[in-house]
């Protein structure tokens, strides 16, 4: 399988409450990146990407070396019960704009989701920071 960064939007991000939990230990890097052709909805303590006419604020997460399938395996779980798919798409790190090729999990088709964060960074949106 081929090893792709993960781009995180919401409570995986640095600071967020499930970034310690899951990511910690098991990262080489972390960088500020954004995610075009996107549109970020508020959810049930956390966020949801929807493909839309936006751009969503993140990280590009790289994980440890000998760490991909683990961290790949923890995500999955963590996020598919919660209404996610898995999808590769392009986003664009801030520090040099270079495009990168990244998973990222959008909500699934039908999954309900709150109002639309405008300007697509959850961490802008006000509100609690931990469940």
Do not use: C, Q
């Not at 995986?12 to 098991?26: A, K, M, Q, S």
């Amino acid at each position: 399988m081929r090893e792709l960064p993960f781009f995180v939007y919401g409570t995986l991000r640095p600071g967020e409450y499930n970034h310690d939990r899951f990511l910690l230990g098991r990262t080489s890097s972390e960088e500020p990146a954004g995610l075009p052709g996107a549109l970020l909805y508020d959810g049930p303590g956390y966020p949801y990407a929807v493909p839309g006419d936006g751009r969503i604020a993140g990280d590009l997460v790289t994980a440890a070396p000998g760490a991909y399938g683990e961290l790949l395996f923890v995500l999955d779980h963590l996020e598919g019960p919660a209404g996610y798919e898995r999808a590769e798409r392009e986003v664009v790190r801030e520090r040099d704009g270079a495009v990168v090729r990244a998973w990222v999990w959008f909500a699934a088709p039908g999954t309900p989701h709150g109002p639309l964060i405008r300007g697509g960074d959850w961490r802008a949106r006000g509100g609690p920071r931990t469940p």
